[in-house]
């Protein structure tokens, strides 16, 4: 039986960070369970790798506090360790009056939050920028920025394995069982027993929370969100990032263009119940995850919401109808046409849901005496993750 002090199931973003900062702060034997052979295969590695500088969050909130000192720690990061990042600048883009009033709620919180932005006023000033955007109103913000977040992660990866971390590639834990001084692990390999446990299994980690009696009053439920690459002889359509004006109500931020750091021009992502946790196509289904979801109280409170119903049934449409797809991408910049537009990669997030039916926005994880359980690490997850993990760490430290 392998013993150590720390076992980290999951080796994204979060779960690499954690292990980074109690290898650099301690000496402590820790080892990340990774069940697949590559790193950056679930969220970490398919998301729009954008640095969400802090104006979206609510002031005093973690949010606010993880995203804009995680900008500033992930740029130094990338800096350091040649990995691409790219200060492109964000223009939030309002179409109509409603939206243009939400834009001054953001230009308070990144006032109160110390995140840089101007304010654009008129088509033409948008278009200084972005001159194929359209809007009435704009919030830049210069210090968002575009990482390749697989690179991220790999780097991660080879850095903790360089601290003396063991890196347990191909190990999916399939039973967490509590022995009295610490958990057994079993996983797909051998098994693994440790003092404290971190549960930072991204799309999975509910399912090994219930397993130990925490968290069972949420749910994962796995949202798709799928890209198309702009070709590349229409790729001057967007030169930074252009993104809609966020909806309060909604946990996602909308379809939006994102210039990679690798020059590529993303759009994306919509928000579609995917039927199964790693359902990354949308011909995909995982009849058990799918009966996890259906047979949930929170998912039937969730969607007897009207508003709820419109929304799924839109995101849906963009799933299966690329025209509504390009339709929907064409709001922020007309110019593009359907035939610019072609299928990319996808991501999926893993959303918590309460059993009353609550979209759960912040950032949630719960303490026992021996283990941090990570239930919703959400976006701007890949922003937040330095100081999130360093913040993890720590609590970890008190626990041995
Ligand atoms: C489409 C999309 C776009 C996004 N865009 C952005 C963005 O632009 N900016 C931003 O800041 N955030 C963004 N996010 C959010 C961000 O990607 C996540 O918050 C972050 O990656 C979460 O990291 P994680 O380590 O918790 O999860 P993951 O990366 O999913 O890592 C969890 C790991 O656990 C492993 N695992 C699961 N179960 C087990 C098991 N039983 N045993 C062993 N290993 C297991 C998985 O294989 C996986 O590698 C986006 C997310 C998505 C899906």
Known sequence: MTTHDVAIVGGGCVGLSVAKHLAERTDLDVAVLEKEYHLAE????????????????????EKARFATEGTRRMKE????????????????????DSEEARLGELAEQAEAN???????????EIQEYEPHAVGQAALRAPEAASVDSQQYVYTLGREVQRKGVTLYLGHEVTGVRETGDGYRLATSNSDIDADVLVNAAGLHADTLAHQVGVGEEYQVVPFRGEYYEVTPDRAHLCQSMIYPTPDPDLPFLGVHY??????KVIVGPNAVLAFGREAYENTDFDLADLKETLTYDGFWKLIADPM???????????????????????????EVRERDLNKSYAGIRAQLLSEDGELVKDPLFVETDDAVHILNAVSPGFTSSLPFGDHIASLVEEKL
């Open 308 to 334: 709820m119903i419109r929304v799924a049934w839109d995101e849906l449409n963009k799933s299966y109808r690329k025209e509504k797809f390009a339709e929907a991408s064409q709001k922020l910049v007309p």
């Open 77 to 96: 990061y990338c800096a350091e360790h040649d990995i691409p990042c790219e200060e492109l600048g964000v223009l939030v883009v309002a179409t109509d």
């Open 114 to 124: 110390g995140v840089e932005y101007e304010m654009l006023d008129s088509q033409e």
């Open 258 to 263: 994102t210039r990679r750091s690798d020059g």
């Open 42 to 61: 679930h969220q970490s590695g398919r998301n729009s790798g954008v640095l969400h500088p802090g104006f979206n969050y609510p002031p005093e909130s």
